[in-house]
């Protein structure tokens, strides 16, 4: 069973960075299309980036284009969110997914299928203060 674990997320203030690590004990995450989901407080979760098995597809949401980065570390089995002039309206759950080896993460037409992830991890607060 793949278990999902994130990390790194926290309280921080407006125009502040995080970088969010999402890891799974025991299992390589190269084989997975991974992505960032988060929802707001009051809000549907929505997707934020995604990275498809061997990085050759990616989505990053349109509203965090400039300040969100995902990128893979291979040899920590890593995936990782940096988020960079944070502001309020990033605050909230993160949650990083794993999805099929087949998933072409930029095929969604400007958007995440939430369906298309089978495996989910507890979820990571961010929380951005004024």
């Known amino acids: 069973q793949l278990r999902i674990v994130e990390s790194g997320g926290g309280l921080v203030q407006s125009g502040e960075s995080l970088r969010l690590s999402c890891t799974a004990a025991g299992f390589n995450l190269d084989g997975f299309a991974i992505a960032w989901f988060r929802q707001a407080p009051g809000k549907q979760r929505e997707g934020v980036s995604c990275?498809?098995?061997?990085?050759?597809?990616?989505f990053t949401k349109d509203s965090v284009k400039g300040r969100v980065a995902i990128s893979r570390d291979p040899s920590k089995s890593t995936v990782y969110l940096q988020m960079n002039s944070l502001n309020p309206e990033d605050t909230g759950v993160y949650y990083c997914a794993a999805g099929s080896v087949y998933y072409d993460c930029s095929a969604d037409g400007g958007d995440l299928r939430s369906s298309a992830f089978g495996n989910w991890g507890q979820g990571t607060q961010v929380t951005v203060s004024s």
């Open positions: 990275l498809s098995s061997g990085d050759k597809k990616s």
